[in-house]
């Protein structure tokens, strides 16, 4: 018969104690360990070969008290119970009650605590379970981050207002913009356009197109070098405040951003301040009939390289 929890413990020479938990093995369903309690000398581990009789409330060994104690202590971190894991069909074998019945803490799982092992294979099984259901709701409340760049030319005007070659002028115009699930609304905006000289167009261009490209790469529009109209992001690369075409008592006209005294000329080159790059060029057409368009797009602040934002 299978030894019982709390039955007593002798040895050859005298009693040592009492049975307080059960190891078996989970390939042959067999005991193969008792754990026993050596009173005011802890626990130590007795393979099932050391046992000699087996009664209702006694377990007689074959060793002496001397060999018992010198047994390894027992180390309950190296194993778990049946309510711990499940060992298909070893619950029939058992016939140890009440209290703990043990099997080997799984090889793969030795290096990680065993309550920390549990708990996280819970959190893993119910993610698996809830993710069905989760998923359709996360992927509609992420939508709007990864919804892709507003790419659709925007009127601003007519070229008429213009009035003065490499002078800066202020377009102001709505914008329809949708923040996540709130309502659609328009926002006022506004950029610069600059009817640039030759020269000017030199500096802006240096000699090449400047193509304008969307997240994949592919081409959306390519400002030709020799078309004279410049439009200029209306928010200072610096920190993004709004600048104004001014007078400089020393520099002459210039485009200045008031927040931190940052000074481009006409071409959005910086001649002075904390400013980390030019103004951000915008892509732009000119109808015939002097009607212009341009895709509004913004750039991160505080950067010596572009990075759209929107």
Known sequence: MQPQLKSRVRCADREVGEV?????????????????????????????????????????????????????????????????????????????APGEVLVPFPELERNVKRRTFFANLTYVMGLFIGLPLVFPVLKFVMKPMYAPFDNRWQKIGNVGKVKADDTGTQ??????????YLPEAEIEKNVWLVKATPALLEKVYQGKDMEFRDATGKTLWTNKKDVPYVAFSGKCPHLGCGFKWRKHKVLGPVFL??????????????????????????????????????????????????????
Request: proline content about 7%; some cysteine.
């Open 20 to 96: 307080t938990k059960v190891i078996m093995d989970p390939l042959s369903f067999e005991v193969s360990h008792l754990v026993v309690s050596m009173d005011d000398a802890g626990e130590r581990q007795v393979p099932i070969g050391a046992v000699q009789t087996v009664t209702d409330d006694l377990v007689q060994l074959r060793s002496s008290s001397s060999e018992v104690m010198s047994l390894p202590p027992f180390k309950r971190d190296d194993y778990v119970t049946l309510h711990e894991i499940e060992v298909p069909g070893l619950e029939k074998h058992v016939h140890v």
């Open 171 to 180: 377009f102001e115009f709505k914008h329809k913009v949708k923040e996540a």
């Open 257 to 310: 951003c008031p927040c931190h005294v940052s000074i481009y000329d006409a071409s959005g080159k910086v001649i002075e301040g904390p400013a980390p790059r030019p103004l951000d060029l915008l892509p732009i057409q000119v109808s015939e009939s002097g009607e212009v368009q341009i895709i509004d797009m913004e750039f991160k602040a505080g950067t010596k390289t572009q990075s759209r934002m929107v």
